[in-house]
């Protein structure tokens, strides 16, 4: 068995399912129902270098379609720290994608 060390892939943010977050606020309009609405990008990682803002919705992380945090968590897993990776979200009811080079989560 080899021993080494398991560096989990990370964007840098916290968030919550965009449907959750319309059963607590169902007058706003985030442009979609599902994805995962990001709640907080920490300052200096991978999504705030990226341009990814407060109150956008994840909806895909490369083909992969994104409903909820949880969702998300899972495929991240399936990346390495390093690896360029093409997220799409909506901002203001506008559907975008960025690129972002996946970051070593914080112990």
Do not use: C, W
Not at 41 to 59: F, K, N, R, W
């Amino acid at each position: 068995m080899r021993s080494g060390t398991f560096r989990k892939a990370y964007i840098g943010i916290s968030g919550a399912d965009a449907a959750l977050y319309l059963q607590y606020y169902p007058d706003e309009d985030l442009g979609t129902e599902t994805g995962v609405f990001v709640s907080k990008v920490y300052e200096g990682s991978p999504a705030h270098l990226a341009g990814i803002q407060e109150q956008d919705v994840i909806t895909a992380l490369n083909d992969t379609k994104i409903d909820k945090m949880v969702q998300l968590t899972r495929v991240l897993f399936s990346y390495k720290p390093g690896d360029e990776v093409t997220i799409h979200l909506y901002r203001n009811r506008q559907e975008l994608e960025v690129t972002l080079k996946l970051g070593t989560a914080p112990e």
